[in-house]
């Protein structure tokens, strides 16, 4: 399940799927989503497509307000995973992030990295996506693999194609979707408990939800020992307004605890 094989793949790729590990603890993310859902944070953000299709839920920064998510960040071995896929003495916790794609959701998760949205860098990083339903290969969340040691950040757009830091300059994410015979491509049918870990710096993106079941996810984000306060030329996604902090400054703050050890 968990072995020294599993870090360096998830090292080299920047991606690797765990099974079964978080099983116990889905019961309680279920019932969470729908207490987030009913009652969002100030972070939340859905997008409706223009053609009335089914909506696309997402929010930020519950896990400790709402028990389920609450559980599954301080109860479950997560803490201590990250740290070790990281190879980081500690494992911070940063925020969860949740995505529900109804039946029928047009909306697709464009290609994108995630570093560049947030108000953290380090090498050392972990998101964790854990699926609450279960998501076939043609509908989960795919990787373009080693993606992460190349060094760039690519230019944050919102997923409706907007730019998120207005007079944002810098390179565009390269067309993928129509060169995918150009890059080596990792994607894994997953079931609820399992969950696939990946670099803050890695490419990724997500299929919109043309069936008739729901995709409920939630993304737990972690960072280790060499994490750092970046200042971004705008608000940063998921934004922490009251938050003061200094460019380069240690990445400490009460709202990102250390959790492990």
């Not at 603890?25 to 969002?40: S, V």
């Not at 109804?102 to 953290?120: F, I, K, M, N, R």
């Not at 940063?236 to 492990?260: I, K, M, R």
């Amino acid at each position: 399940m968990f072995d020294d094989a599993l870090i360096e793949e998830y090292q080299q790729q920047g991606c690797a799927v765990l099974r079964g590990v978080f099983g116990p603890w889905i019961e309680g993310l279920c019932a969470g989503i729908d207490e987030n859902m009913a009652a969002p944070s100030f972070r939340e953000r859905t997008y409706q497509p223009g053609d009335d299709q089914a909506p696309f839920f997402q929010d930020f920064c519950n896990w400790d307000r709402i028990a389920g998510f609450r559980a599954l960040v301080r109860s479950s071995p997560m803490a201590e995973i990250a740290a070790k896929l990281m190879r980081s003495r500690t494992a911070r916790i940063f925020h969860d992030h949740v995505l529900v794609k109804e039946p029928g959701t047009s909306v697709a998760t464009p290609w994108h990295q995630d570093a560049p949205y947030y108000l953290v860098r380090g090498a050392q990083s972990v998101s964790f996506w854990v699926p609450l339903d279960p998501v076939p290969r043609d509908r989960t969340i795919e990787f373009v693999a080693g993606s992460h040691l190349a060094g760039k950040e690519y230019r944050p757009d919102r997923f409706d194609g907007t730019r998120l830091y207005e007079g944002d300059m810098s390179e565009p994410v390269p067309e993928i979707d129509g060169n995918r015979g150009d890059y080596r491509i990792e994607g894994w049918a997953v079931e609820p408990g399992d969950a696939v870990a990946f670099n803050f710096r890695t490419l990724h993106g997500a299929p919109a939800n043309r069936s008739d079941q729901r995709r409920r996810v939630i993304s737990v984000r972690w960072v280790g020992d060499d994490a750092r306060f970046v200042r971004r030329p705008g608000r940063s996604s998921p934004p922490f307004p009251d938050l003061e902090f200094e460019d380069g400054a240690p990445f400490t703050a009460p709202d990102f605890p250390v959790l492990y050890p």
